[in-house]
């Protein structure tokens, strides 16, 4: 089994920071691609941001130069740190991995977290 579990998220008011986190545990034999996506209401969920194992990072034009993803891979975690919040930034965030099991380890299969609840609000 693997979990990926999301602390953090809540209410920020406009131009404030938030980092969320996201840990992934369990059977894991290696994790490829690590990502944040977010859904605001009545809308799709949308990429955010994407990292490699190596580190090389991808964002959505929205949030260039405005929110960081980064990772550790020893402990299974990636981060967003999200900055100059709009509340056009409300939304439900999903991390999401890219990666093989210990039950299977040839085959990469996208796992996602829960989401948390992200709202930018004076």
């Known amino acids: 089994q693997v979990q990926l579990v999301e602390p953090g998220g809540g209410l920020v008011q406009p131009g404030g920071s938030l980092r969320l986190s996201c840990s992934a545990s369990?059977?894991?034999?290696?994790?490829?691609?690590m990502c944040w996506y977010r859904q605001a209401s009545g809308n799709e969920r949308e990429s955010v941001a994407s990292?490699?194992?190596?580190?090389?990072?991808a964002y959505a034009d929205p949030v260039k130069g405005q929110h960081t993803i980064s990772r550790d891979n020893a402990k299974n975690t990636v981060y967003l740190q999200m900055n100059r919040l709009k509340p056009e930034d409300t939304a439900v965030y999903y991390c999401?991995?890219?990666?093989?099991?210990?039950?299977?380890?040839?085959?990469?299969?996208?796992?996602w977290g829960q989401g948390t609840q992200v709202t930018v609000s004076s």
């Open positions: 369990g059977s894991i034999f290696s994790i490829n691609a």
């Open positions: 999401n991995a890219d990666l093989t099991t210990t039950g299977n380890p040839f085959r990469f299969k996208d796992y």
């Open positions: 990292i490699t194992i190596g580190g090389s990072t």
